[in-house]
């Protein structure tokens, strides 16, 4: 039986976004990825359940980070207010140093529908968490659902954003004025509202 | 050769409709769909590319009544105000007495994941395709993904409301009053960063 190996999930990882860059995901085993690392394929299948999942390894810890912030916003927070709370402190999650590598990994989901796919499941799954999360703290369903889904819609945004190769700003500045300009965009079509009801006779 | 027969993809669309309920999505084949309506294989993969595409027939109508709405704005409008024009156009593709096989089509939507991702994927083009009209009236790329997304997170939490069993409102009115309802949180929560800028020394 195979020892357990600390860091396996990250070696596994680190070694499949070699292959699938030089050589393509899809003809990248999950045989040879364990290979890379001195593992077996029954390692790998260990830590994830098919070859797409290794890209996102560390999923569960981002889920985590964005209920964590979601919990510890201040109590009198707003709903979306919370949601900036916690946008803020998931960007900490990926600081520059790691920059490099998130955009090996995007480039590779970038190039495969497969992957693209799998992607917005988990951008799904996570509004669905942040809305849970909101909930708990007492915020109602359809509040829940906008702010968590415009979290995510900021969060997506930034994170573009922050892995253009001319971009230097850290995640979270860029995510602070993304946010910003939602509520600005937000401000300009209450103000329209206002004056189209003005306007009625 | 078949004639060419009127109406075909909305006959294939009703009898697959039926067949993915009484029978199950990974059960019925394309041929067996376009038989029960009289027509060969050959002539339904001449309308659609696979089995899942026939759920999503009328997507393209959607699209463009999303581009055509946007293009229909009043040219004072701000980009979210663009947004809430062209969903309220959209909301008419709905009327009440589509509501019925709209409830059908969902329910099997949501018991097959490889039909959910495909829906992902349509709204996630959906989107791509409103900021692209945003940016032909000449706004600015960050604002228009951000106003497209966030026209797309009401449409979707919207049109799911519509789809209750015990639901009466008309689309077009539970979408006024879900866009309503982010304006209103992103109200509150610009009141916050203002307070929260007027609190620091």
Known sequence: MARWQPGAPERLQKAALELFTTRGFEQTTAAEIAQAVGLTERTFFR??????????????????????????????ASPLEVV??????????????????????QSVIDRHPALRERERHKMTTLATTVA???RTRGVGELQAKLAAESGMTVFGISFVLWLR??????????????????????????DGVRASVAKAP
Chains 1, 2 share one sequence.
């Not at 830590?47 to 009198?76: N, T």
């Open 47 to 76: 830590h994830f359940s098919d070859k797409r999942e290794v890209l996102f390894h560390g999923q569960q810890l981002l889920v985590q980070a964005f209920v964590d912030g979601v919990a510890a916003a201040p109590p009198e």
């Open 84 to 105: 900036a709370f916690a946008l803020r402190s998931v960007s900490h999650f990926f600081p520059d140093e790691r920059r490099p590598q998130s955009r090996t990994r």
């Open 132 to 134: 849970d999360a909101l």
């Open 165 to 190: 190769e001319s971009e230097e700003r850290s995640l979270a500045d860029i995510t602070d004025e993304v946010f910003g300009e939602l509520l600005d965009l937000a401000g300009e079509a209450a």
